[in-house]
């Protein structure tokens, strides 16, 4: 296994440990009106991921698709850094309960596992296609990413436990 995949799984069990520890009412609850409950955390990472699996999955097949240069990926965990969500990745409240939530979390990873095993190293190396900050990012690069994002946003859900515990 490759370390970026020991990321992703690593990074995924936190998140999944930090789920586990919330109730069902914590789990649903926004902190407040403009931020985002954990259901609505795991919907957008969920989202997140099956677009990135659907796109390189594309992307693997398009004969143009184009090299790209190392992007610095690892400024997406910077919580400083806000970036608003692109709207096919907002949260559509679908997620029910917990339980349903990590399921979803499970399929999503095993898409893009996949994809991963499925693709030869050469094409992930040769092909790309553009993140809205990035630009075009070489398919290897959004195996990485993936962890890195769900690392920012283990940082957010720390942060509404916290607030909901002190509410």
Do not use: C
């Amino acid at each position: 296994m490759s370390k970026e995949i020991e990321h992703l799984t690593f990074i995924r069990q936190k998140l999944i440990t930090e789920f586990d520890a919330m109730t069902e009412t914590e789990f649903q609850q926004k902190p407040s009106h403009e931020k985002w409950s954990a259901a609505e955390i795991v919907d957008h990472l969920v989202k997140m991921e099956k677009t990135i699996a659907e796109n390189i999955r594309k992307e693997k097949e398009n004969p143009s698709s184009k090299k790209a240069w190392k992007k610095p990926i690892g400024i997406t965990k910077n919580r400083l850094l806000k970036v608003k969500a692109p709207s096919y990745t907002e949260p559509q409240h679908v997620l029910t309960s917990k339980d349903k939530a990590i399921q979803a979390l499970h399929t999503s990873r095993n898409t893009l596992l996949d994809v991963y095993e499925s693709t030869a190293p050469e094409t992930l190396e040769s092909k790309s296609f553009k993140h809205p900050i990035f630009g075009h990012v070489p398919l290897y690069q959004w195996f990485p990413f993936v962890g890195l994002h769900e690392e920012r946003h283990l940082k957010q859900l720390i942060e509404v436990k916290k607030f909901l515990r002190k509410a």
